[in-house]
């Protein structure tokens, strides 16, 4: 069974840093696309970042010069750098991921962890 598990979430003065993790595990023989959502209270999920195999990045234009989003292939991990957190940052996060699976390609998405960005 593919499990994705996010961890780093937490509380932080605006203009702090974080850094979120997401690793998967289990059976699988490859992923291809990673990426970041977030959601915040009352509002749809957001894209912030995406990261494909080939390290093509995308990202939110809200974070566009503070995020940095990074894979290690090796380790099945994706990162989220976030620098010069905002109020409005403050969100779920989670992480998302295309695995090619025993049997078939689908998307993964981890449980979430909060970023609160408040002084």
């Known amino acids: 069974q593919v499990q994705l598990v996010e961890s780093g979430g937490g509380l932080v003065q605006p203009g702090g840093s974080l850094r979120l993790s997401c690793t998967a595990s289990?059976?699988?023989?490859?992923?291809?696309?990673m990426g970041w959502y977030r959601q915040a209270p009352g509002k749809q999920r957001e894209l912030v970042a995406t990261l494909t195999r080939g390290e093509t990045t995308t990202y939110a234009d809200s974070v566009k010069g503070r995020f940095t989003i990074s894979r290690d292939n090796a380790k099945n991990t994706v990162s989220l750098q976030m620098n010069s957190l905002k109020p409005e940052d403050t969100a779920a996060y989670y992480c998302k991921a295309n695995i090619v699976g025993l049997d078939r390609v689908r998307d993964y998405w981890g449980q979430g962890t909060q970023v609160t960005v408040s002084s």
């Open positions: 289990g059976s699988f023989f490859s992923i291809n696309d």
